[in-house]
T-cell receptor, first 114, second 117 residues
């Protein structure tokens, strides 16, 4: 079975700092990769996803992620964070042809300070 | 855009009673919905896949007789926690797949906090 690891559980940054959140997965086959964000009191929202093609994926709100197959990684990045990026971020993976079942990482709580 | 709604957002029930959580797709038809459970400081764990008009598919280790799932229509799936115990207290989230010609999009509900006392 596949699994997802997010190594940073809590991250605190100042505004304008750069962000990188790690995500590694374990599965030998073809996967689809996702980053979700959950702002306080709101639904989980899709930030970006990778199915195939260019391994550098750009999402909403200035986020991007790079799929590095050899490292089984899909790290999330943002060059300059804002206070409004304070949220919990979840990496998730689904197996191609697996019926859209998502396996989530444990999440990273990001706090951006003014 | 497409929205998935859960109700109730918070519920407290007594140990031994049953509680029902609803998941609705508000502006699209969802043939498939998913139910997740999140423990504190843990990831979301898939409990079951709810298929409209057929039985749900449960993940390994999830008791189907305890967590009853009904997907009676294309816009509604319900999760009933039967004979609830304090260890069932958790955050339950549903998601629904909106079929699109260019690929499926999954939307999440806002989650339901269940506290069993």
């Amino acid at each position: 079975a596949q699994s997802v690891s997010q190594h940073n559980h809590h991250v605190i940054l100042s505004e304008a700092a750069s962000l990188e959140l790690g995500c590694n997965y374990s599965y030998g086959g073809t996967v689809n990769l996702f980053w979700y964000v959950q702002y306080p009191g709101q639904h989980l929202q899709l930030l970006l996803k990778y199915f195939s093609g260019d391994p550098l994926v750009k999402g909403i709100k200035g986020f991007e992620a790079e799929f590095i197959k050899s490292k089984f990684s899909f790290n999330l990045r943002k060059p300059s964070v804002q206070w409004s990026d304070t949220a919990e971020y979840f990496c998730a993976v689904s197996i191609t042809g697996g019926g859209n079942k998502l396996t989530f990482g444990t999440g990273t709580q990001l706090k951006v300070e003014l | 855009g497409a929205v998935v709604s859960q109700h109730p957002s918070r519920v407290i029930c007594k140990s031994g009673t049953s509680v029902k959580i609803e998941c609705r797709s508000l502006d699209f038809q969802a043939t498939t919905m998913f139910w997740y459970r999140q423990f504190p400081k843990k990831s979301l764990m898939l409990m079951a896949t709810s298929n409209e008009g057929s039985k749900a598919t449960y993940e390994q280790g999830v008791e189907k007789d305890k967590f009853l799932i009904n997907h009676a229509s294309l816009t509604l799936s319900t999760l009933t926690v039967t004979s609830a115990h304090p260890e069932d207290s958790s955050f339950y989230i549903c998601s629904a797949r909106e079929p699109k010609p260019t690929g499926n999009t999954i939307y999440f509900g806002e989650g339901s906090w269940l506290t069993v006392v």
